[in-house]
């Protein structure tokens, strides 16, 4: 009979609750069949560790005295954003330092989260009810009001892997490119991916309760470039980038262990996040999709030498984790992970514990994300007519 997530709730707080990761999974539905195992599992964890650059932090300061309007505001060097009232801010992983283009909003994110002391300076041009025009002092997480990751885009569903056919390296998101296909690079967990073991989110929308970054999150929203349109494998996995998620958690809670700086040579500054979905086994056709393997992920290797990125490719997780890939040339490529799959499996298993332990349970989405959604380019207008 299927399950429902009341139901396995109370399992939690019975102590009888049966919870395994989704590599677990995947090896024993190797060796049952997928109703006894829809029956004999509660719930499975996934998991993701890697650079998530549309990532960020709101923050409250307090107010000084005699009060001030902050119009322009720097973290460490860091511009953040300053149109949100007087002294509230919105500071993105990928800000760069004024000072230092291997330092931003990453940085500065993951130290305060470390409780370390950071330098605010802020200017304002000074009204009857915020008086002063500049100010200079140090700020840490506890000397803050709120401080809380909100993220526009995690989490990506099967994004692509990346080469480059050029004469000369290219310096991406995607790490360095080495010339003439020398190379190829991933950043997805494969069979732990949380969005590959939902691919069509039957178990996640807003309110979904999540690991992030080392305490308890929330998805708010469905992540920007949100794409369901993309063609899908007979398990339904997309080839290409698809669904992202918008989520949001308390960034005094968090850990560096699972939120970490990052420089990309000649690009700029990243942030690794780590996000922990527990998905429940409601039924056989879940247990089908929780049961996806590296095998059976296949996504496209796209060119970033050339306009638009063709694809030069495809190929399995299974084939990246490997070590080398094929291309459609018949090229035999070295493959390389900008995420982590260690820190993954870590997260997977810290989620494991948490619910084992019943200091977390499950939450039904309030509101479903589009079934019907893509990517619009940005195109040139002139004078703003349709």
Not at 59 to 77: A, K, V
Not at 111 to 116: A, F, N, Q, S, W
Not at 182 to 197: A, F, H, K, R
Request: overall charge negative; proline content about 5%; charged content about 20%.
């Amino acid at each position: 009979m299927a399950k429902t997530v009341s139901q396995i709730n109370e399992k939690i707080k019975k102590g009888t609750v049966v919870v395994v990761s989704a590599e677990a999974f995947t090896a024993m539905a190797k060796e049952k069949d997928l109703k006894e195992l829809s029956e004999e599992v509660d719930i499975v964890t996934t998991a993701t560790f890697g650079p998530m650059c549309s990532s960020g932090a709101i923050i409250n300061f307090g107010h000084w005295s005699p009060g001030i309007r902050m119009e322009e505001i720097t973290l460490n060097g860091v511009n953040a954003y300053e149109g949100l009232a007087a002294v509230d801010t919105y500071i993105g992983a990928t800000s760069e330092s004024k000072f230092d283009a291997t330092y931003g909003g990453a940085n500065v994110i993951e130290e305060l989260i470390d409780g370390k002391d950071v330098r605010l300076h802020a200017r304002g041009k000074g009204t009857d009810c915020y008086p002063t025009k500049e100010i200079d002092t140090y700020i840490n997480k506890d000397t803050i009001n709120e401080f809380y990751l909100f993220n526009p885009r995690n989490a990506y569903q099967n994004y692509a892997a990346a080469t480059n056919s050029t004469n000369r390296i290219r310096y991406t998101y995607m790490g360095s490119l080495l010339p003439r296909f020398s190379n190829v690079t991933y950043s997805t967990s494969g069979e732990l991916s949380p969005l590959l073991n939902d691919p069509y989110l039957r178990t996640i929308g807003l309110g979904t309760r999540i690991f992030l970054g080392g305490g308890e999150g929330y998805v708010v929203w469905n992540g920007t470039q949100f794409h369901t349109r993309r063609e899908r494998t007979p398990e339904g996995i997309p080839t290409m980038p698809g669904a992202t998620l918008a989520v949001i958690g308390d960034a005094k809670q968090m850990s560096r262990e699972y939120i970490r700086s990052a420089y990309y040579e000649k690009y700029g500054v990243s942030m690794f996040v780590g996000i922990g979905i527990p998905i429940p086994v409601l039924d056989e056709k879940m247990a089908a999709h929780l049961a996806i393997s590296n095998e059976k992920i296949i996504t496209n290797i796209l060119d970033y030498g050339q306009d638009g990125h063709p694809s030069v490719g495809t190929c399995s997780y299974a084939q990246l984790a490997s070590g080398s890939v094929t291309l459609s040339d018949g090229k035999e490529v070295k493959t390389a992970p900008l995420s982590s799959l260690a820190k993954a499996r870590e997260i997977a298993d810290v989620l494991a514990s948490w619910i084992k332990e019943k200091r977390f349970f499950l939450s039904e989405p309030v509101h479903t994300f589009p079934t019907d959604s893509f990517v619009k380019p940005l195109v040139p207008r002139e004078g703003g007519e349709k």
